[in-house]
């Protein structure tokens, strides 16, 4: 995983009010430690992101972690569920610009 630069005092002020935390492996991964999970295993990382405190506690947070080619993670309600990820061939992709926002946008 790639080391990525978050500060941890603005993400402490605003994950109380995330309902929904979507990134990537190296994101999850840098959280992690900024908040020192002590843990460098994928699944923990979501599990413990998700069971951070909330204000609104009526529902329970989602944490959706994209691994590249390998499988999307998503917690939810106490367990992580895996989705595949289709392969493309490497000459169908013109442009990777915005992936991440057009998975998230859906």
Known sequence: MKELTHPKEPMQKVLPYCDIIVGNSDEAATLAK???FNTTELHD???MLADMPKVNEKR???VIITQQEDPVLVYSEGKTTEYPV?????EDIVDTNGAGDGFVGG
Not at 86 to 90: D, E, G, N, R, V
Request: proline share 14%; hydrophobic share 45%.
């Open 86 to 90: 289709l392969p493309i061939s490497p």
């Open 45 to 47: 990382m979501i599990r």
């Open 34 to 36: 900024n908040f020192e």
């Open 60 to 62: 329970k947070r989602i």
